[in-house]
């Protein structure tokens, strides 16, 4: 588990990172997102150990990072943005140099074979770092992030320049990971933030705006649970029917399908699961349901009211 509590990172008078505190559950994978400048990779930064915060603490499996830096940074394989790759070694070379200088346990040869395999660079391994692609590259950088097992990985934007065939191999990736490892994983790709976390932590101006599970955000930010649905039947008659169900607040239609077939948006309160009362009274009146989502606004336009609520607040975006 990540503890992160009341971390606070100054640069003169400017707060980069300001009272963000934030839990990883063990096993999970959270997208920790904000624009430029909003204090990301400075947290990710405290949280690896790289620089020190200037109050406030973080924890990794119980050893905190300032007090036994040495026990913290044993559990924790980090990938920056930009990997610390040794160019002129060959994969494998450079694998090997870094096991040694992680002081990894584990049998040498056999560990880095598995990881090779795993990171889809057996056939790489021979190969001089500086001849490989982008792609191949943030492979090698997360080999080694990998290297001991870790029990948490920190990756900050490592997607960043992948074609779109080398982003979905990594999210892939990224995904089997999260069944053995945590992860605390940043991107500015909110489509793969969507497609890979559980949880969604959203910071701006250094301060935590959202922490939530991907699918309840956009309820955390309006205070409304919300159904999209599709229904055969006339709009008046469908209206009046919903407006029966217990919880529900709001009904508008999204937009007409064919003649008697529209998208639906219901409101409803956030405490209270309509779905099942939707069903029961549609099929009372023979109201065909034909598609039903809980939802409401997406993930980009959650990110964009979080950060723009913020940043109207006062404070720079």
Known sequence: MVEVKNLVKTYGDI????????????GEILGFLGPNGAGKSTTMNIITGYISSTSG????NDAEILKEPKEAKKQIGYL???????????????????????????????????IL???KLTDHQNRIIRNLSKGYKQRVGLAQSLLGNPPVLILDEPTVGLDPSQIKEF?????GLGKKHTVIFSSHILSE??????????????EVVADAKTDELSTVITGKGNLSIEIEGSVTSVVSTLKSVTGVQKISVDRKITENHHLYNIEHKKEVDIRRAVFAVLA????PILAMNEGGMSLEEAYLKLTSRTTAKGGKK
């Open 171 to 175: 999210r892939n990736l990224i995904k």
């Open 57 to 60: 603490t973080v924890t990794i």
């Open 15 to 26: 707060k980069a990172v300001n009272n963000i505190s934030f839990t990883v559950n063990d």
């Open 193 to 206: 933030v969507s497609a890979i976390c559980d949880r969604i932590v959203v910071i701006n101006n250094g």
């Open 80 to 114: 920056p943005e930009i990997p610390p790759l040794y160019t002129d070694m060959t994969v494998r070379k450079y694998l090997e140099f870094m096991f040694s200088i992680k002081k990894v346990k584990l049998p040498k040869d056999e560990h880095i074979d598995e």
């Open 284 to 287: 009372k009146n023979n109201m």
């Open 117 to 119: 395999s795993l990171t």
